[in-house]
């Protein structure tokens, strides 16, 4: 043992150590002293290896031995310790433990809570991934306890039921399942006791016995024995039975199996009373009642003590964690309602910055925007002046004019002289403007195309065609300056590069409440105008639409007047027509 | 009696046709108007058949410009004289391309001006080059290239090449960066005028305009630049300053 000893401790592989522990425990060569020694050592071993586990699995090999020992209080003790660490584990100490605890509570005189106990323990045991055998040799021993705690309470059917069970049981599992069928037929055999079937019994526990015999089982030897002697004595056999309650006497002293020896103790006060053997009973008697006096004291205050205790304290930590829960729930509500409360501060103080500093942005972009309207707008009719007084058109209107001169035809230099002064003039004024009526427009407009005639010619024809009554033409106010650009798109990029007639058509008329303002003529197109000028890489642009499409964004910005340009392309002839909706 | 030059007018408006026609009939006697053509390949045609000494040439016209008149040629051995209503801007371009024009509306005593120097023109063989050099000017923002008129006819020089044009009287003389020089009889603010928009021209002094590309070292105390090719130029004191904010500003954009 003691070379057990040093190899116990000079394991160091953790899982290694664990398996072959386990091996070494079950292994029936050892007697019980020597296995109590073994348990031990390897408690302490596996506390040294911090293996929880293996730890709890030999404090309840520790917690059956005291059972056994009879000694409840602290078999009981080492379960309480246990079954925390079992079911962290998800070990199948649990339900051993209840196994255990419920044997030991049924026995305090509690068989229900026993019952319960086992039955959990039955429900418990399956839900563990272990091989089938391990879990069966577990269900067996549940099933003896429980038809023990049965049988002890004398519920005979459900005893028998259940010792059935795990002999049955004990026997499928085969080698790993001997000792468990020996109490099998054991704990049979205390049943047809029960029944008052004494032979079965008998034979029975002596099958229990002889199959015992080989192995270390020896509180089974005991169990057996006593069993064997019960029969006896009930059979009137006395001197069998004297020597079997004697034979087991000796063994339970021998391996300290006090539970049994109580018991047994007991059974030979009664027996020599009844042979009126009086004072080999009374010795009996008190030799039993001093024994049981002591594990008495020792087991049913402590246990029970244990078990209010338990129970007490299990309430108590129950109220205190459920009022600790509360305590805390309220703490983390408030602080929860807190940081909600702050959140929401903060929240509304971001939001209030925010739409501050929002709406400051707003307001200065909308003031710088206003003012790039206003500048963009001016630009625009600078350029829409522009393009009324662009040098070309005023220096090559002169130059006609100077034809006019040198061809001595005064009265038409005077009067084209006058026409293109009074152009100027409208011009300069009505840039001074936002706005002008329509009836003004068209005349200034008219104004221009009489002086493009005079450079162009006869071949250069234009019509201006007001549908709108007078009172309306006077009355629709429109942008100043624009008809302009987009008259002298027509000329210059449709009707210039045409041969032959030029036709200009210009027609205002009213469509519900839109005026319709087109501008149509017969030049060559948009598409060849943008080929000619692409190719004309030299010619300096002014190219005005674009310009004058930002103008009418510019316009709608500024006032709201929302002016719908539409360009058409005619084919057939070739031309241009544009048409300004502009609502009245 | 003088030589007549044979001319011809290119312009798509007949009543402008008509004007110059008139008035070069009226006021300038030596001129013979061949022909009168409305657009550009019509002039084409016409200058193949009647080999004319001068072409008046509008610019604006339709489907061909005037400057497309160029494309027509591989060699223009005739005189163009622009007529035109252009702006301003455009008529540096002309000047510096030594490329003549007139204005419209036309007056008398300038077209007679012109005629003149018609008369003592210099070889119309570079009429080509200048054109180009014309052409060049306008597709820009600012003037790139110039002719620039010597003793036996026309140097075309780019104004980058230009190291530093010195005052001297009327005239110019332009110091280029490859060592030659030229007197112009163009003074100093033409030049200034010209290369306003080229911010790497700086007149340091009344009469120095420089291309600070060309300078090596500025010595800051003595007010000295000294250039690539040695020459060293005074900078003046009231320019001091503002030069070597220029220089500065000069070297950070590039």
Same mark, same amino acid.
């Given at each position: 043992?003691?070379?057990?000893?040093?190899?116990?401790?000079?394991?160091?592989?953790?899982?290694?150590?664990?398996?072959?522990?386990?091996?070494?425990?079950?292994?029936?060569?050892?007697?019980?002293?020597?296995?109590?020694?073994?348990?031990?050592?390897?408690?302490?071993?596996?506390?040294?290896?911090?293996?929880?586990?293996?730890?709890?699995?030999?404090?309840?090999?520790?917690?059956?031995?005291?059972?056994?020992?009879?000694?409840?209080?602290?078999?009981?003790?080492?379960?309480?310790?246990?079954?925390?660490?079992?079911?962290?584990?998800?070990?199948?100490?649990?339900?051993?433990?209840?196994?255990?605890?419920?044997?030991?509570?049924?026995?305090?005189?509690?068989?229900?809570?026993?019952?319960?106990?086992?039955?959990?323990?039955?429900?418990?045991?399956?839900?563990?991934?272990?091989?089938?055998?391990?879990?069966?040799?577990?269900?067996?021993?549940?099933?003896?306890?429980?038809?023990?705690?049965?049988?002890?309470?004398?519920?005979?059917?459900?005893?028998?039921?259940?010792?059935?069970?795990?002999?049955?049981?004990?026997?499928?599992?085969?080698?790993?399942?001997?000792?468990?069928?020996?109490?099998?037929?054991?704990?049979?055999?205390?049943?047809?006791?029960?029944?008052?079937?004494?032979?079965?019994?008998?034979?029975?526990?002596?099958?229990?016995?002889?199959?015992?015999?080989?192995?270390?089982?020896?509180?089974?030897?005991?169990?057996?024995?006593?069993?064997?002697?019960?029969?006896?004595?009930?059979?009137?056999?006395?001197?069998?039975?004297?020597?079997?309650?004697?034979?087991?006497?000796?063994?339970?002293?021998?391996?300290?199996?006090?539970?049994?020896?109580?018991?047994?103790?007991?059974?030979?006060?009664?027996?020599?009373?009844?042979?009126?053997?009086?004072?080999?009973?009374?010795?009996?008697?008190?030799?039993?009642?001093?024994?049981?006096?002591?594990?008495?004291?020792?087991?049913?205050?402590?246990?029970?003590?244990?078990?209010?205790?338990?129970?007490?304290?299990?309430?108590?930590?129950?109220?205190?964690?459920?009022?600790?829960?509360?305590?805390?729930?309220?703490?983390?509500?408030?602080?929860?309602?807190?940081?909600?409360?702050?959140?929401?501060?903060?929240?509304?103080?971001?939001?209030?910055?925010?739409?501050?500093?929002?709406?400051?942005?707003?307001?200065?972009?909308?003031?710088?925007?206003?003012?790039?309207?206003?500048?963009?707008?001016?630009?625009?009719?600078?350029?829409?002046?522009?393009?009324?007084?662009?040098?070309?058109?005023?220096?090559?209107?002169?130059?006609?004019?100077?034809?006019?001169?040198?061809?001595?035809?005064?009265?038409?230099?005077?009067?084209?002289?006058?026409?293109?002064?009074?152009?100027?003039?409208?011009?300069?004024?009505?840039?001074?403007?936002?706005?002008?009526?329509?009836?003004?427009?068209?005349?200034?407009?008219?104004?221009?195309?009489?002086?493009?005639?005079?450079?162009?010619?006869?071949?250069?024809?234009?019509?201006?065609?007001?549908?709108?009554?007078?009172?309306?033409?006077?009355?629709?106010?429109?942008?100043?300056?624009?008809?302009?650009?987009?008259?002298?798109?027509?000329?210059?990029?449709?009707?210039?590069?045409?041969?032959?007639?030029?036709?200009?058509?210009?027609?205002?008329?009213?469509?519900?409440?839109?005026?319709?303002?087109?501008?149509?003529?017969?030049?060559?197109?948009?598409?060849?105008?943008?080929?000619?000028?692409?190719?004309?890489?030299?010619?300096?642009?002014?190219?005005?639409?674009?310009?004058?499409?930002?103008?009418?964004?510019?316009?709608?910005?500024?006032?709201?007047?929302?002016?719908?340009?539409?360009?058409?392309?005619?084919?057939?002839?070739?031309?241009?027509?544009?048409?300004?909706?502009?609502?009245? | 009696?003088?030589?007549?030059? @044979?001319? &011809?007018? *290119? +312009?798509?408006? /007949?009543? =402008?046709?008509?004007? %110059?026609?008139?008035? !070069?009939?009226?006021?300038?006697?030596?001129?013979?108007?061949?022909?009168?053509?409305?657009?550009?390949?019509?002039?084409?045609?016409?200058?193949?058949?009647?080999?004319?000494?001068?072409?008046?040439?509008?610019?604006?016209?339709?489907?061909?410009?005037?400057?497309?008149?160029?494309?027509?040629?591989?060699?223009?051995?005739?005189?163009?004289?622009?007529?035109?209503?252009?702006?301003?801007?455009?008529?540096?371009?002309?000047?510096?391309?030594?490329?003549?024009?007139?204005? @419209?509306? &036309?007056? *008398? +005593?300038?077209? /007679?001006? =012109?005629?003149?120097? %018609?008369?003592?023109? !210099?070889?119309?063989?570079?009429?080509?080059?200048?054109?180009?050099?014309?052409?060049?000017?306008?597709?820009?923002?600012?003037?790139?290239?110039?002719?620039?008129?010597?003793?036996?006819?026309?140097?075309?020089?780019?104004?980058?090449?230009?190291?530093?044009?010195?005052?001297?009287?009327?005239?110019?003389?332009?110091?280029?960066?490859?060592?030659?020089?030229?007197?112009?009889?163009?003074?100093?603010?033409?030049?200034?005028?010209?290369?306003?928009?080229?911010?790497?021209?700086?007149?340091?002094?009344?009469?120095?305009?420089?291309?600070?590309?060309?300078?090596?070292?500025?010595?800051?105390?003595?007010?000295?630049?000294?250039?690539?090719?040695?020459?060293?130029?005074?900078?003046?004191?009231?320019?001091?300053?503002?030069?070597?904010?220029?220089?500065?500003?000069?070297?950070?954009?590039?």
């Amino acid at each position: 043992m003691d070379s057990m000893n040093q190899v116990i401790f000079n394991q160091t592989d953790s899982t290694f150590f664990a398996n072959w522990a386990y091996t070494i425990v079950d292994d029936t060569n050892f007697n019980p002293d020597e296995k109590r020694q073994l348990i031990e050592w390897f408690i302490i071993r596996t506390t040294d290896l911090n293996q929880e586990e293996s730890y709890a699995h030999f404090r309840f090999r520790k917690s059956i031995q005291k059972t056994i020992e009879g000694n409840y209080k602290e078999a009981l003790e080492i379960i309480d310790e246990i079954l925390p660490i079992a079911k962290r584990y998800h070990s199948l100490i649990e339900p051993g433990c209840y196994n255990s605890a419920g044997g030991m509570i049924a026995l305090q005189g509690e068989p229900e809570l026993g019952i319960i106990y086992l039955k959990k323990a039955i429900e418990l045991t399956p839900t563990y991934h272990l091989p089938q055998s391990k879990i069966d040799r577990a269900l067996v021993n549940h099933y003896t306890t429980l038809g023990n705690i049965y049988s002890n309470d004398t519920q005979l059917d459900s005893a028998e039921k259940y010792v059935r069970k795990s002999y049955m049981m004990a026997k499928q599992i085969g080698i790993y399942g001997t000792k468990e069928r020996c109490f099998g037929v054991i704990n049979l055999g205390k049943l047809f006791y029960l029944k008052n079937e004494i032979d079965s019994s008998i034979a029975y526990c002596k099958k229990g016995l002889q199959e015992t015999q080989i192995r270390h089982y020896e509180d089974l030897k005991c169990f057996a024995l006593m069993r064997i002697a019960d029969g006896f004595s009930k059979l009137g056999k006395y001197d069998s039975s004297f020597h079997y309650y004697h034979l087991a006497l000796d063994k339970v002293k021998k391996h300290k199996l006090q539970r049994l020896h109580v018991n047994i103790l007991y059974k030979l006060a009664h027996l020599h009373k009844k042979l009126e053997r009086y004072e080999k009973s009374t010795i009996y008697f008190e030799e039993y009642s001093k024994l049981n006096q002591e594990q008495h004291k020792l087991n049913k205050t402590a246990t029970s003590n244990h078990l209010i205790n338990r129970t007490k304290e299990q309430e108590k930590t129950q109220a205190k964690l459920e009022l600790h829960q509360i305590k805390v729930e309220e703490q983390l509500k408030r602080q929860q309602l807190q940081i909600g409360i702050l959140t929401l501060l903060a929240l509304v103080i971001i939001l209030g910055l925010f739409l501050y500093f929002w709406y400051q942005r707003k307001e200065l972009t909308q003031q710088l925007r206003e003012q790039k309207i206003e500048k963009e707008l001016i630009a625009s009719q600078i350029r829409a002046v522009n393009s009324q007084m662009n040098p070309h058109f005023v220096f090559n209107a002169l130059n006609s004019v100077q034809d006019l001169i040198i061809q001595k035809d005064i009265r038409n230099s005077n009067i084209y002289l006058g026409k293109f002064a009074e152009l100027m003039r409208k011009t300069l004024e009505y840039s001074q403007v936002d706005t002008i009526s329509l009836h003004k427009e068209l005349e200034t407009t008219e104004l221009y195309l009489e002086l493009e005639k005079l450079r162009f010619g006869d071949d250069f024809e234009y019509t201006i065609n007001n549908l709108l009554s007078k009172e309306d033409s006077d009355e629709i106010m429109i942008p100043s300056l624009l008809l302009q650009p987009y008259t002298e798109n027509a000329i210059k990029h449709g009707l210039l590069h045409k041969k032959g007639s030029k036709n200009l058509k210009i027609e205002v008329k009213r469509q519900d409440s839109i005026i319709l303002l087109s501008i149509e003529d017969n030049g060559i197109g948009r598409q060849k105008s943008t080929e000619i000028n692409s190719r004309r890489k030299n010619k300096p642009s002014s190219f005005a639409m674009q310009a004058n499409e930002n103008r009418l964004e510019l316009i709608k910005e500024s006032s709201g007047l929302d002016i719908h340009l539409n360009i058409e392309d005619l084919t057939e002839p070739t031309g241009t027509k544009i048409v300004l909706k502009i609502p009245s | 009696m003088t030589e007549t030059i @044979k001319a &011809i007018i *290119i +312009d798509d408006e /007949e009543r =402008a046709r008509r004007l %110059l026609s008139t008035t !070069l009939t009226d006021h300038c006697s030596e001129i013979e108007v061949l022909a009168q053509c409305e657009n550009v390949p019509e002039g084409v045609l016409a200058i193949n058949r009647l080999k004319p000494d001068v072409v008046f040439l509008d610019i604006e016209m339709p489907e061909y410009t005037g400057f497309e008149l160029l494309d027509f040629f591989r060699e223009v051995d005739f005189e163009i004289i622009f007529v035109t209503a252009y702006s301003e801007y455009a008529i540096q371009a002309f000047e510096v391309s030594a490329i003549d024009y007139i204005l @419209k509306p &036309i007056r *008398i +005593d300038k077209l /007679e001006t =012109a005629v003149e120097r %018609l008369k003592s023109k !210099l070889s119309s063989t570079t009429m080509f080059d200048r054109l180009e050099t014309l052409k060049t000017n306008l597709a820009s923002d600012y003037i790139e290239k110039i002719a620039v008129p010597v003793s036996d006819g026309l140097i075309f020089i780019k104004v980058n090449e230009i190291s530093y044009i010195e005052a001297d009287g009327s005239y110019a003389k332009l110091q280029l960066i490859n060592g030659s020089n030229m007197l112009i009889s163009k003074n100093l603010k033409f030049f200034k005028d010209l290369l306003k928009n080229q911010n790497h021209f700086y007149r340091v002094h009344r009469s120095h305009l420089l291309n600070m590309h060309t300078i090596q070292k500025y010595n800051r105390h003595e007010s000295l630049v000294i250039l690539e090719n040695g020459t060293k130029i005074k900078v003046a004191r009231d320019h001091k300053s503002s030069f070597e904010t220029a220089l500065k500003d000069l070297h950070s954009d590039s």
